[in-house]
T-cell receptor
Framework: AQKVTQAQTEISVVEKEDVTLDCVYETRDTTYYLFWYKQPPSGELVFLIRRNSFDEQNEISGRYSWNFQKSTSSFNFTITASQVVDSAVYFCALSETNSGGSNYKLTFGKGTLLTVNP | NAGVTQTPKFRILKIGQSMTLQCTQDMNHNYMYWYRQDPGMGLKLIYYSVGAGITDKGEVPNGYNVSRSTTEDFPLRLELAAPSQTSVYFC???????????FGNGTRLTVT
């Protein structure tokens, strides 16, 4: 069965610190997709990034970067120079392949609550 | 949010009452999903649909029913509300397999 583990339940940092959110996954699929979502205090769920299992290049988008390591089944998310507006719950998710080979469903981790203090 | 509208935003139900959570999209996406979010538990899939007339159970379908008679609408029905169904419910759409999910703003349901 697919599984996504976000071991850090809560993280608290001071503004301008760098912070890394961990995501470890389990899957028997050879082809799969990983996602990160952000849920700010207002409650909506915002898509941040998608990565497929064939692309192990790290990705950077402004202050955000993602490190995908297939060898350790991890897809970690780093925020550089954190800001108060980064305070949110962050979810990692894994696409799930059914017996027919279709990727219909996403399995989510339990999320990490990041608090950035001024 | 990406053309996904959920109604109502909030609702309080008494135990045993029934209600329908509405989800409508204007993106013409085939894939639609219902998730529930409980504190500290992430999102759990209730039901999903890959097109009009096709629905399937997710991880936690008990106590819920869905239908998908049109591409646009994917209502979630609670027949006999129970306190365990107190949660925030999110509807989501997806353009194709492996595309990102795009979520509605959620419905906060309390059953007392």
């Amino acid at each position: 069965a697919q599984k996504v583990t976000q071991a850090q339940t809560e993280i608290s940092v001071v503004e301008k610190e760098d912070v890394t959110l961990d995501c470890v996954y389990e899957t028997r699929d050879t082809t799969y997709y990983l996602f990160w979502y952000k849920q700010p205090p207002s409650g909506e769920l915002v898509f941040l990034i998608r990565r497929n299992s064939f692309d192990e290049q790290n990705e950077i988008s402004g202050r955000y970067s993602w490190n995908f390591q297939k060898s350790t089944s991890s897809f970690n998310f780093t925020i550089t120079a954190s800001q108060v507006v980064d305070s949110a719950v962050y979810f990692c998710a894994l696409s799930e392949t059914n017996s027919g080979g279709s990727n219909y469903k996403l399995t989510f981790g339990k999320g990490t609550l990041l608090t950035v203090n001024p | 949010n990406a053309g996904v509208t959920q109604t109502p935003k909030f609702r309080i139900l008494k135990i045993g009452q029934s209600m329908t959570l509405q989800c409508t999209q204007d993106m013409n996406h085939n894939y639609m999903y219902w998730y529930r979010q409980d504190p500290g538990m992430g999102l759990k899939l209730i039901y999903y649909s890959v097109g009009a007339g096709i629905t399937d159970k997710g991880e936690v379908p008990n106590g819920y029913n869905v239908s998908r008679s049109t591409t646009e609408d994917f209502p979630l029905r609670l027949e006999l509300a129970a306190p365990s169904q107190t949660s925030v419910y999110f509807c989501a759409i997806r353009r194709r397999e492996n595309s990102p999910l795009h979520f509605g703003n959620g419905t906060r349901l309390t059953v007392t």
